[in-house]
């Protein structure tokens, strides 16, 4: 049934501005079948963890129909739910669990791709070409097409054609072989594709994370990415969940220069959020470089954007640390910094968590997550780093990254209660990372623990709206290693100071223009010295920061 | 006859009972050791653990190079894996003591036997890690040397001299541990000639003239060639 | 004063009377040594400190450089004893006059690694030549026994012990000596002496900041031009550092930051024309090998030889700098080396401070 003007969860349209999103695989989170895999059942018995930590939105990862061979990328059914993960009741009971608690929920539409399990697929190699169960796919007698579309996964595939034996045909594919591409020149694709969407947000979900979206179109002599059909194709779902719901989002995964990312936006009749995916590499290169200038230039790189949209922040997630969006010299850079190991790599990006990028060390953590949360957008926080989680750089393609949440230093982690070879994968255990160590259990009873200073960093973002929707301005201190930015709405100004080096700093602000302001450090509330009309000193700790309110003095 | 089969029943199971009865005291003495084991092991692996981790061991040893153990064994540390070997070290050893409380010709040989060969196997143990070390110490040696000589083969002689000696330790260890007798001799024999024919053929025929013309540098020019206009010292 | 005197070794069954310095020069005979200087001479210069105080002297002379060298000028021993006996000094260095592709590890590495630690510009800190107060040799009794001269921290302990230093200029031009030994051999006995001496006296040069001339005595230096000046050819210095691109990288990987790396990786892509090793990346390639040396990141023989390929990339990039220049340029340009070194001794000082992986 089509809810006409069906309203979300959240009574404000403009929710995701404000959102805190948390990131979960459904099948990675928790188990309640002991089966050894996680399930929505499961899930829902941790949604009180999750309110507590104070993340405003769940964004769960493909828990459709699959053979798997994408960790459900690959869909083989746009509606219903993997047996694995529960039914489709137990969604809608997660669903509402999480609704009652304040929590919106986002769910993945790969529109780009399905599995070649799907029945889309079946039907189509055995149709004959020209008919309309044909033409749901991209299919070409030689491989020639499409010459200029560059290989997405580097390390597997060697072409984006495959010839399928059945069909007599080749198929396009940007990403595995097993992928193939819908073709969106036909208009019962998108019909289909926004008949999928409307099942889901009339479920009640809040939220829909579109994959992939830039290659939705292709066209011969072009990169076959970000085509002008693809934004016609974007207005009609745009159009089409605007017409039946109200307060619900689109979210683009577009890895492009933000310039190219802009497009998706439209004029606010696109996607309401976008990843800004070239950001994060380069914060992870000013960390390690000492130095603020790569992230101040791709600030700059980045255009305005519609008031009512947002940009999507993140430091990890559950793909590899992409350097698709990084020129030669910096990608070297970052193999060099971040991956001495070469089995740290994957494709073009480097396969490993928040944690054992940056040794462990606690206060580089906080400091790289307190430009998450006071960068302009909304953060998005990957399941297991709020406690710091470790990776397995022996698990094949991106599986390192997608292990077993680590609830307690019980059994598989206390994730689930099945014996250790069924579990899905295993657990971290070695002496760093490992769960025994290394718990969300052990770390609420600890006071000083990440977790807690995840929670009460996240609690602290909430307080301010400038976070979210604020504008953002960067004070240039000759000091190169500290990141000074101001962020302000009408009603709320905030100044940023961050520390990119490992040994103490000295700054001196430009702070002419708040003359007669006081900084009040946020977390203790403490007074600083009110501003004057000379450069505002300030010394900042091994990789410190700071968040000033500025006031007027009391 | 019915009495006599009755009669034979019971003095084979009066047989039985009294071996088992005359064991009886034996395996209570060999449960009794495998408790004491697993408790000395247990705090052993404690007191282990507490100094390896004071000393910085598995820093230490990634430092030396057997940061490559975790390809073996991805999800254990240096330390933890000493410490699981120590551990089992001491529960095996306490099942031969047992064993040996149980007094019967076949445990006591079997426990002889196990404790004649214990030194041969730490031997090979020694021997082994000895020649890993030795092995990746002189072949970054011999790679280092190699290019600054300017020898094109470089990387080739360090691989070379590598499995050389991982080669011969392991030919050592295995003498040691009197595996396989003169086949395993003839086999590494045939594999360490192998490696060094292959080495010569590789720089003697596929490098001729480089060759010839490196060993001409070397006998003609003791100071390097590029003293004729840059005077390093 | 005194006159320093002769004496044979042959009537040393008689006890030795004090004198005012000894000479030691390994590579000359008395005969060798010319009036009008007198002067006890030791042969062997292994026993010197000991001789010193056993025979009172006000200090020694070392003379180190080949015969060839020494026999020139007849003033030598006037130049080295004036600074110690008339004018207090405690360390007279040799300052030579040379060409400008001569001593090119000295230019590369000892002069500006030690003129950045100790704060002194002493242009030749390894020289063979120089002449040392009996204050110094009570210092390196006490501190360093069993040390020798050509072998010792002599400078470091001149420095240590706030004595007096100076350079001299001995009136010969400088002359390397004839020792069959392969470069990598050579650049581990310049630097493995240097980078133990870093250990020994961290307190000491990391206290030190921007570097003072001292004073110098003898004739101005002058950079010698050869007789027919020739193209430079540095085609086998860059293949050389190709080739331990090649092949060292992972080595190197071990000791080097990741932005040393990345210059390492730009160097590799350049053309023999367009070859020039950035004096920044060259200072923090070195002293990212004195911290690894420090750290023992690999057995110190192989670090130090690894070195060679990096030390030809640097003589390949300064020879196309400086072939043609005029002296002037040579200058400033070594000049510019050292204030590089200078300049990035708080790199040095933080990271030997605080080790750490995660360095930019």
Redesign the interface.
């Known amino acids: 049934m089509t809810g006409f003007n069906k309203v979300g969860s959240s009574r404000d349209p403009l929710w995701y501005k404000d959102a805190v999103i948390y990131e979960l695989h459904v099948k990675a989170f928790y188990d309640a079948n002991h089966d050894g895999i996680g399930d929505f059942p499961g899930l829902l018995e941790k949604l009180d963890y999750l309110q507590d930590l104070g993340v405003t939105c769940l964004w769960l990862l493909p828990f459709f129909p699959s053979p798997l061979k994408d960790d459900g990328y690959d869909i083989s059914d746009y509606t219903s739910v993997h047996p694995s993960y529960g039914t489709l009741d137990d969604f809608q009971a997660f669903l509402n669990a999480a609704h009652s608690r304040d929590m919106q929920v986002m769910v993945e539409l790969v529109v780009n791709h399905t599995s070649d399990q799907h029945p889309w697929f079946q039907a189509a190699r055995l149709a004959p070409p020209g008919s309309p169960e044909r033409n749901f796919y991209v299919w070409s007698d030689t491989d020639r097409k499409y010459r200029d579309a560059r290989i997405i996964f580097t390390d597997t595939e060697k072409s984006n054609w495959t010839w399928d034996p059945d069909a007599k045909a080749y198929y396009w594919h940007r990403f595995f072989s097993h992928q193939p591409d819908l073709n969106y020149d036909n208009p019962a694709v998108l019909a289909e594709i926004i008949r999928v969407m409307r099942f889901w947000l009339d479920m009640g979900v809040d939220g829909l994370r579109l994959d992939a979206i830039p290659y939705l179109v292709e066209r011969d002599g072009t990169n076959c990415e970000n085509l002008p059909e693809t934004h016609v194709i974007l207005k009609q779902i745009r159009a089409a969940m605007d017409s039946g719901f109200q307060n619900r989002m689109i979210l683009a995964e577009a890895n492009q220069l933000p310039s190219d990312v802009r497009p998706y936006f439209g004029d606010s009749d696109e996607c309401h959020m976008a990843f800004h995916f070239p950001l994060m590499p380069r914060i992870f290169m000013a960390l390690?470089?000492?130095?603020r200038q790569p992230i101040v230039e791709i600030m700059r790189q980045t255009p305005e954007i519609p008031e009512a949209c947002q940009w999507g922040l993140f430091l990890r997630n559950h793909d590899e640390l992409t350097l698709e969006m990084v020129n030669d010299?910096e990608r070297?850079?970052m193999y060099?910094?971040y991956s001495?190991d070469p089995r740290m790599r994957l494709n073009v990006g480097i396969r490993r968590r928040l944690a054992p990028l940056?040794?462990n060390?606690p206060r580089?953590i906080e400091l790289l997550n307190s430009l998450l949360f006071s960068f302009p957008g909304t953060p998005i926080i990957y399941y297991g780093d709020e406690i710091g989680m470790g990776d397995?750089i022996?698990l094949g393609d991106r599986n390192g990254v997608r292990t077993p949440m680590q609830w307690s230093a019980d059994r598989n982690a206390g994730f689930s209660t099945a014996a250790a070879d069924q579990l899905y994968s295993?657990v971290i255990?070695?002496?760093v990372y490992g769960y025994a160590a290394l718990n969300v259990e052990a770390q609420l009873e600890h006071s000083s623990s990440l977790l807690h200073w995840t929670r009460n960093m996240i609690g602290l973002r909430k307080l301010f709206r400038v976070f979210g929707r604020g504008s953002m301005d960067f004070l240039l201190p000759s000091n190169q290693k500290v990141l000074a930015y101001l962020r302000r709405t009408p009603t709320e100004q905030v100044l940023c100071v961050a520390n990119l080096s490992?040994?103490p700093q000295p700054v001196e602000l430009d702070l002419q223009a708040f003359a007669g302001m006081q900084p009040v450090e946020m977390m203790g509330y403490t007074e600083f010295p009110v501003i004057g009309q000379q450069p505002y000193p300030l010394t900042l700790g091994p990789y410190g920061y700071f968040w000033f309110e500025l006031q007027r003095p009391s | 006859m019915w009495d006599e089969i009755q009669h034979a029943l019971n003095q084979s199971a009066m047989r039985v009972l009294t071996g088992a009865a005359s064991i009886l005291p034996g395996l209570l003495a060999l449960v009794i050791v495998l408790l004491f084991s697993f408790g000395a092991a247990a705090f052993l692996c404690w007191l282990l653990r507490r100094s390896l981790q004071g000393i910085d061991f598995?820093s230490r040893m990634a430092r030396w190079g057997l940061a490559g153990m975790s390809n073996v064994a991805?999800?254990?540390?240096p330390?933890?894996l000493v410490m699981r070997v120590v551990f089992w070290s001491i529960i095996g050893l306490g099942f031969l003591l047992g064993a040996a409380a149980l007094d019967t010709p076949l445990t006591t040989q079997m426990v002889r036997q196990t404790f004649e060969f214990l030194p041969n196997l730490l031997a090979a143990i020694a021997l082994l890690i000895a020649g890993n070390l030795l092995a990746r110490f002189l072949s970054r040696g011999a790679l280092i040397g190699g290019v600054n000589m300017n020898v094109p083969y470089a990387r080739l002689l360090s691989v070379g001299i590598k499995w050389l000696v991982l080669v011969l330790a392991a030919a050592m260890a295995l003498d040691h541990l009197g595996i396989g007798g003169k086949i395993v001799d003839l086999a590494f024999a045939i594999l360490f000639g192998g490696i060094v024919l292959a080495l010569a053929l590789a720089v003697g025929l596929g490098s001729k003239d480089l060759v010839s013309r490196s060993l001409e540098r070397q006998t003609s020019r003791v100071i390097d060639e590029h003293e004729e206009q840059f005077r390093h010292v | 004063m005194a006159q320093p005197s002769i004496v044979s070794e042959a009537a040393s069954s008689a006890p030795l009377a004090p004198v005012e310095m000894l000479v030691a020069a390994p590579n000359l005979t008395p005969e060798e040594i010319r009036a009008p200087a007198h002067l006890d001479f030791v042969h062997s210069p292994d026993n010197l400190l000991e001789e010193i105080q056993t025979r009172q002297a006000r200090g020694a002379i070392v003379l180190g450089s080949p015969a060839s060298a020494l026999s020139g000028s007849p003033s030598i021993i006037a130049n080295f004893t004036h600074p110690i006996l008339e004018q207090g000094f405690d360390l007279a260095i040799g300052r030579y006059s040379e060409g400008r592709f001569d001593g090119l590890i000295n230019k590369a590495l000892v002069y500006p690694l030690t003129r950045a630690l100790y704060g002194l510009q002493i242009h030749y800190p390894s020289a063979l030549d120089f002449s040392f107060s009996s204050k110094l040799a009570d210092v390196l009794t006490v501190n360093a026994p069993g040390s020798t001269p050509l072998r010792g921290p002599f400078l470091s302990a001149a420095v240590a012990a706030g004595l007096r230093i100076c350079e001299v200029n001995p009136g010969f031009a400088r002359e390397a000596p004839k020792e069959a030994r392969d470069l990598s051999s050579l650049l581990a006995d310049a630097l493995g002496p240097l980078f133990a001496d870093m250990e020994r006296n961290a307190s000491l040069w990391q206290r030190s900041r921007a570097s003072q001339p001292v004073p110098q005595f003898g004739a101005a230096v002058e950079l010698i031009e050869p007789e027919q000046p020739s193209d430079v050819d540095i085609s086998k210095l860059v293949d050389a550092f190709a080739r331990g691109y090649k092949d060292l990288f992972e080595v190197w990987?071990q000791v080097l930051s990741?932005?040393t790396?990345?210059d390492l990786?730009?160097l590799a892509r350049l053309a023999p024309t367009d070859f020039r090793f950035p004096d920044e990346s060259w200072t923090r390639l070195v002293y990212e090998f004195a911290l690894g040396h420090r750290q023992r990141l690999m057995s110190r023989e192989h670090l130090l030889r690894s070195l060679t390929p990096l030390y030809l990339a640097w003589v390949a990039s300064y020879a196309l700098e400086v072939h043609e220049a005029s002296s002037d340029v040579v200058d400033r340009r070594l000049e510019r080396l050292c204030l590089t070194f200078e300049a990035g001794k708080p790199y040095l000082v933080?990271r030997w401070r605080?080790p750490?992986?995660?360095?930019?």
Do not use: M, V
């Open positions: 390690r470089s000492e130095n010299e070297d850079y060099l910094a001495a940056l040794d060390n580089r397995n022996h295993p255990a070695d002496p490992r040994f | 598995d991805p999800s254990y540390s330390t933890q | 990987a990741p932005r790396l990345l990786k730009k933080s605080w750490d992986r995660f360095n930019p």
